[in-house]
C-alpha cells in the first residue's frame, strides 16, 4: 500500500518560514516525480511545484517562484517544501502527490495518482 505522509505544517506570521516534508512508503520513491499542491478552503487545489525523479529538474508555480524550494531525498524516501517569505494568501492545506509524469512545465492533479492527507499551513498575525 502506497502511503505519502506529510509533516511541518502550522501557524506562522507573515514573512516567517516553514519546511514541509513528505515521507513516501509502498513505492519505489525514485521512480516517481514528485509534488506539491495546496487547498484553500473555497478554492480549487492549485500546482505549488514539481520534482522530477532524479532531483535534476524543478518546476515552481509563478506564485511562489523565488520564495519556496523543493528538494528530495531519495535515500531517506522524502519530499520537501522549504517556505520563505510566507504571506497570508499561501494559507492552505497542502499536500505532496506522486505520478510517473514529470512535464517540466506545467503542474497538473491527473499527472498524479498518489497523495497525501495534508498538512495545514496557516500564514496570520
Known amino acids: 500500500e502506497v502511503q505519502l505522509v506529510e509533516s511541518g505544517g502550522g501557524l506562522v506570521q507573515p514573512g516567517g518560514s516553514l519546511r514541509l516534508s513528505c515521507t513516501a512508503s509502498?513505492?519505489?520513491?525514485?521512480?516517481?516525480?514528485m509534488a506539491w499542491f495546496r487547498q484553500a478552503p473555497g478554492k480549487e487545489r492549485e500546482g505549488v511545484s514539481c520534482?522530477?525523479?532524479?532531483?535534476?529538474?524543478?518546476y515552481y508555480s509563478d506564485i511562489v517562484k523565488g520564495r519556496f524550494t523543493i528538494s528530495r531525498d531519495n535515500a531517506k524516501n522524502t519530499l520537501y517544501l522549504q517556505m520563505n517569505s510566507l504571506k497570508p494568501e499561501d494559507t492552505a492545506m497542502y499536500y505532496c502527490?506522486?505520478?510517473?509524469?514529470?512535464?517540466?512545465?506545467?503542474?497538473?492533479?491527473?499527472?498524479?495518482?498518489?497523495w497525501g492527507l495534508g498538512t495545514q499551513v496557516t500564514v496570520s498575525s
Open positions: 520534482i522530477k525523479w532524479s532531483g535534476d529538474s524543478t
Open positions: 509502498g513505492l519505489t520513491f525514485d521512480d516517481y516525480a
Open positions: 502527490a506522486a505520478g510517473r509524469n514529470y512535464r517540466g512545465n506545467a503542474l497538473r492533479p491527473d499527472d498524479f495518482g498518489y
